[in-house]
C-alpha cells in the first residue's frame, strides 16, 4: 500500500511523489468531511483551546482519523500554530517533518531545505525533475480552465477554486485527477458564456464557508480571480524547481502577494475584492496592508468554523455588492 504523506498547506509535492508515496492535502481532507464541526469539537475535547484556528484544529483530528503517520509541517511561511500542532501529534506518534519557506525568498535557502526534504524521501534532482514534467502538464490544464473562467466566462466560480485548490496534492492521484479535468475542459466547451455581472476577486486562504462561491453566484456576481488558489496551481512557468518554490507567492510576505494580486486586478477587470480572513489568525492584520494598497472597493469577511454562511455575513455581501452595482 502507498504511504500517505499528509501536508498542512502546499509543499513540494514532485519530491513526495518521486519518492512513490501519496501526499495528502490535510485541509481538503477535513473541509470536505462529513462533518468537520465535530473534528474541531473533536480537537477541542482534546484540549485545544477554543480561540485557535478551526483548520489546525480540524488537521489535528483529521490525521488522528486517518491511517496517516507521516506529516509535512510548513514551520515558515504558513499558520503559526503548526509548530504545537505537530507537537500535539508527536504525541500520537505521527513523523513530523518541517519545511520552511524563506521569509525573504532567498533562494539558496529554499534550495537547501528542498534538498533536506529530498533527503529524507531518499530521491535525487532528476526523479523530482522528472516528477515536475509530469505534474506541470496537469498543472497547464488547470490554467486552461482558469482562463476559461475570467476571459471565456465558462468556468464557474467553486470550479474554478475547486481545481486550482486541489493541485496542493493532486488529489492523491495525478492520473486520475488530470481525467477529471480533461472531463471538465470537454463539458465547459459546451456551455455558453456567462453574461453580465461583478466581476470579483477572492484573495486570502480558501474559505471555511462551504456556500460562498453559490451564493455570490446566486446574487449575480462571480469570483473570476481567486489568488491563493491560482498560487497553488503554480502558475508560472520554469524548469527549476526552487525557483517555482519562490516564484509562489502565498508563503512570502504581503507586499511580494500584492504583485499578483495587483497584475490580475488590472489583467481580468475586476469591480471588488473580497479578502477573506480567518478568525484567530494572524493574517487578519494583512487586511489593513491591503485596503492601503489596494484601490478597488474591499469586503472583508471573517470565518470561523466550517459551515454555511451566518446571516450577518449574507447582509454583508449583498450590501457590498449593491454598492459595487
Known amino acids: 500500500m502507498t504511504i500517505k504523506v499528509g501536508i498542512t498547506t502546499t509543499v513540494p509535492s514532485e519530491?513526495?511523489?518521486?519518492?512513490?508515496?501519496?501526499?495528502v492535502d490535510l485541509n481538503n481532507v477535513f473541509i470536505q468531511a462529513e462533518d468537520p464541526c465535530s473534528q474541531v469539537d473533536q480537537a477541542e475535547t482534546a484540549g485545544y483551546p477554543r480561540n485557535?484556528?478551526?483548520?489546525?484544529?480540524?488537521?489535528?483530528?483529521?490525521?488522528?482519523?486517518?491511517?496517516?503517520?507521516?506529516?509535512?509541517?510548513?514551520?515558515q511561511g504558513?499558520?503559526?500554530?503548526?509548530?504545537?500542532?505537530?507537537?500535539?501529534?508527536?504525541l500520537a506518534e505521527v513523523e513530523t517533518l518541517p519545511f520552511a519557506f524563506p521569509y525573504e525568498r532567498d533562494y539558496d535557502l529554499l534550495k537547501s531545505e528542498l534538498e533536506k526534504l529530498?533527503?529524507?524521501?531518499?530521491?535525487s534532482w532528476q526523479q523530482v525533475s522528472e516528477t515536475k514534467y509530469r505534474l506541470d502538464n496537469i498543472r497547464k490544464?488547470?490554467?486552461?480552465?482558469?482562463?476559461?473562467?475570467?476571459?471565456?466566462?465558462?468556468?464557474?466560480?467553486?470550479?474554478?477554486?475547486?481545481?486550482?485548490?486541489?493541485?496542493?496534492?493532486?488529489?492523491?492521484?495525478?492520473?486520475e485527477f488530470e481525467k477529471t479535468v480533461d472531463d471538465k475542459l470537454t463539458e465547459v466547451a459546451e456551455r455558453s458564456p456567462a453574461k453580465g455581472g461583478l466581476r470579483l476577486g477572492y484573495i486570502g486562504v480558501p474559505p471555511i464557508i462551504i456556500d460562498l462561491y453559490d451564493y455570490l453566484e446566486g446574487q449575480g456576481a462571480r469570483v473570476v480571480y481567486n489568488?491563493?488558489?491560482?498560487?497553488f496551481s503554480m502558475p508560472f512557468e520554469t524548469n527549476d524547481l526552487t525557483q517555482q518554490y519562490r516564484e509562489y507567492s502565498y508563503p512570502y510576505g504581503m507586499f511580494y502577494r500584492l504583485e499578483d494580486i495587483q497584475r490580475e486586478i488590472a489583467n481580468r477587470q475586476l469591480d471588488g475584492i473580497i479578502h477573506y480572513a480567518q478568525s484567530f489568525c494572524y493574517r487578519q492584520i494583512e487586511d489593513l496592508i491591503v485596503r492601503?494598497?489596494?484601490?478597488?472597493?474591499?469586503?472583508?469577511l471573517e470565518g470561523d468554523r466550517p459551515g454555511k454562511m451566518d446571516a450577518r455575513t449574507k447582509i454583508r455581501i449583498d450590501s457590498f455588492l449593491e454598492m459595487l452595482d
Not at 15 to 23: K, L, R
Not at 227 to 231: A, D, L, M
Request: include cysteine.
Open 15 to 23: 519530491i513526495i511523489y518521486a519518492a512513490g508515496m501519496t501526499p
Open 52 to 75: 485557535v484556528c478551526a483548520w489546525i484544529k480540524g488537521i489535528y483530528s483529521t490525521v488522528l482519523d486517518s491511517d496517516i503517520k507521516k506529516m509535512i509541517g510548513v514551520t
Open 78 to 90: 504558513d499558520c503559526s500554530n503548526t509548530h504545537a500542532l505537530m507537537e500535539t501529534l508527536q
Open 118 to 123: 529530498m533527503g529524507h524521501f531518499q530521491v
Open 141 to 175: 490544464k488547470v490554467h486552461r480552465l482558469d482562463l476559461l473562467t475570467w476571459k471565456e466566462n465558462l468556468v464557474n466560480s467553486w470550479e474554478n477554486h475547486l481545481f486550482q485548490v486541489s493541485c496542493s496534492d493532486f488529489t492523491g492521484d495525478p492520473e
Open 227 to 231: 489568488e491563493v488558489q491560482r498560487q
Open 292 to 300: 492601503d494598497r489596494i484601490s478597488l472597493p474591499v469586503l472583508t
